[in-house]
Structure formats: C-alpha cells, structure tokens
C-alpha cells in the first residue's frame, strides 16, 4: 500500500465514521423527540 | 518449502456520497413531498416530531428501495448510459455493501415506523418496500413490458402511508391518491423510456417501446391518461376537496391530456427529436409536485 492510497484509505473511513456520528447523534435526539411526544 | 508472502491491498472503501447516492435522492424528493402531502392532507393533527418521524420513515424506506433496487440492476446499470456511473457499477463500492446498507435502512425504517407512529403504516411501508424490490425489480423489470404498470403502484404508496400516519386507517382520498400516482407512472415513465428507449434495448430491459413498438407506446400513453384524469379530478366531485384543488386538478390535467395527445399524434422517430415527449416527461413531475401542493392548501383551507 502506497502512502498515497494509505492516506486516501484513512480519509474515507474518517469521513465515513464522521457521518454515522451524525447520524447517530441525531437519532439519539430523535428518540427522545418521540418518547416525549407520545407521552403528551 | 514454504510460498511468498502475498501483501494484498485492501479495497478502498466506499465514499459516504455513494451510499447517499444508492438511495436515488431525486426520486425521494417526489416520494417525501407526496407522503408530506398524504400527512398534511389528513383531517387528524400529528405532533409534528410523529410527523417528522413518519416522512423521515418514507424517505429512509425509499432509500431502501432504491439501494436494492441498484444492489439486484448493477448488471443492467452497467449497459445504460444514465445509469452507469452510479456507484456499483462504476466500480466505487462493492455489491455487499450495497447489499447490507439497503437492507438495515428497510429494516430501520419500519421498525421506527412501528414503534413511534403505527402498526398499519409500518405494514404499508414494509409491503411499499417488499413490493419495489421483488415484485417491480426482481420478478416484472427484466419479464414483461408492462413492468411499469404494477410497478408503479410501488411509488404509489407514499400518500397513503402518510395519511394512515397521522389517522390510524385507510379512507377514500389517500386511495383515490394512490390511483393517481398509480395510473401516472405509466405516462410518466413510457414518455421518458420513448426517447432513451436505445438505452433499455442496449441493457435488455423489455420496455414498451423496445417490446412492442413507439406507436404502441404512444397510444398506451394517451390511453393510461385518460384514468389518470378521472382520478386525479375525482375527490372533487366526490366531496373529499374544495373548489382549489378541483379547479387546480382540472387545469393541470387539461394540460397533461394535451401533452399526451401531442405525444398520441407524434410520428418522430429520432429520439434526438422527440420534443411531445421531452415535454411530457418533464410536465409529469411538475404535475404531480403542483396537483399535491394544491392538495395541501385546499384540505388546510377546509379545515
């Protein structure tokens, strides 16, 4: 594997973890949205 | 004796932009706005966190769909220039992926739907899915040339599951809604396949045009219209939509019928040339865009 495409690997799985932390964080949010709004 | 170490190289993984792009997002505009518009138009008020949570539900469903949809047609992808550079067949991601992302998204979305809204929408969401993906993509896409016809009834379900989202059950208006997306798709899609029809041909897809001929098309085209017409106008007579939406429906379908009688009457044969039809296609999403808006504002008017 050349530093390169090392580099380039790296990269997307940064970007890609990046985006499901998002992703999470806002299901997260979500849910707590839902359980609030079906107890009302 | 022992063999060389082989030093394998791992395979890129795929860029988060191409899973974007498996879930076919300008197909889910059309999809969101109509399931939206399903929501708003029911007589029940939804929290609007419950309503947020349904459509974002519709939308992740599409995406599923659409994910597998790509998963099972990166063969066929491959032969068609519109489709070719998205990520399977392109090379950017591998089918697995594909595979597993559109699968834990359908799974997702009607477990929320379950849970946080209801059983019934969950359950039309579940059959939307199960129906794009193996009744239209697996068994009808690459069989008979009216693929398009049932499977049309996959895009359909939107409006309904967003009404039976906010009201718990199923009534005549997001039925006659159903019908109309139903029963627009055929125009919609025969329109576009008449002037990319080299393209399904090359990827041996049997649609309309490459099957039975562009005069054929052209006339199944007018002759779907004029259902279409009688749904989409329907809900006015029947007392299910005031005044706007019925003199809204009545002037864009006008339109509608005239663009596919342009495309009836059409003897071009060139793809390159084919304006009725160009015109058709695009008219059609508007169309759909503009009769549900008009939807929206007329039930929020009544009530």
């Not at chain 2, 599951?161 to 006659?176: C, E, N, R």
């Not at chain 2, 071009?268 to 999403?285: C, G, H, N, V």
Request: aromatic fraction near 10%.
């Amino acid at each position: 594997m050349t530093p390169e495409y090392e580099a380039e690997y790296r990269r997307r799985q940064h970007a890609r973890a990046k985006v499901t932390a998002w992703i999470l964080g806002a299901l997260v949010i979500l849910f707590f949205g839902i359980a609030i709004a079906r107890m009302m | 004796m022992s063999s060389p170490a082989v030093q394998m190289t791992p395979a890129l993984p795929a860029e988060w932009r191409d899973f974007l792009a498996l879930t076919k997002p300008r197909v889910m505009t059309l999809v969101v706005f109509t399931g939206l518009c399903g929501l708003l138009a029911a007589p029940i008020h939804i929290h609007p966190i419950l309503g947020f949570t349904s459509i974002l539900c519709i939308a992740v469903g599409a995406g599923a769909s659409g994910a597998l949809n790509m998963w099972y047609e990166a063969d066929l992808d491959a032969h068609m220039k519109r489709t070719r550079s998205r990520p399977l067949p392109a090379g950017r991601m591998d089918r697995q992926s594909a595979l597993h992302f559109g699968v834990a998204l359908g799974v997702g979305s009607v477990l929320l739907m379950g849970l946080a809204i209801n059983l019934l929408a969950a359950a039309i969401l579940a059959a939307s899915i199960l129906f794009y993906v193996l009744v239209y993509t697996v068994w009808l896409k690459r069989r008979t040339p009216q693929n398009i016809v049932i499977g049309g009834a996959a895009g359909a379900f939107p409006p309904l599951i967003g009404w039976v989202a906010a009201t718990g059950h199923i009534d005549l208006l997001p039925i006659l809604l159903f019908l109309l997306i139903f029963l627009w798709t055929p125009p919609h899609f025969w329109a576009l396949s008449l002037f990319v029809r080299t393209d399904y041909a090359a990827a041996g897809v049997p649609m309309l045009p490459v099957v039975a001929g562009v005069r054929t098309t052209r006339l199944q085209v007018m002759l779907y219209t004029l259902p279409m017409a009688a749904a989409a106008v329907a809900p006015w007579p029947l007392g299910l939509t005031g005044a706007i939406y019925g003199i809204a429906a009545s002037l864009l379908t006008a339109w509608f019928v005239l663009l596919a009688v342009r495309v009836g009457v059409s003897r071009e044969t060139d793809q390159a040339l084919m304006k009725p039809e160009r015109a058709l296609f695009k008219f059609s999403i508007l169309y759909l865009f503009v009769l549900f808006g008009a939807l929206v504002v007329d039930r929020l008017m009544l009530a």
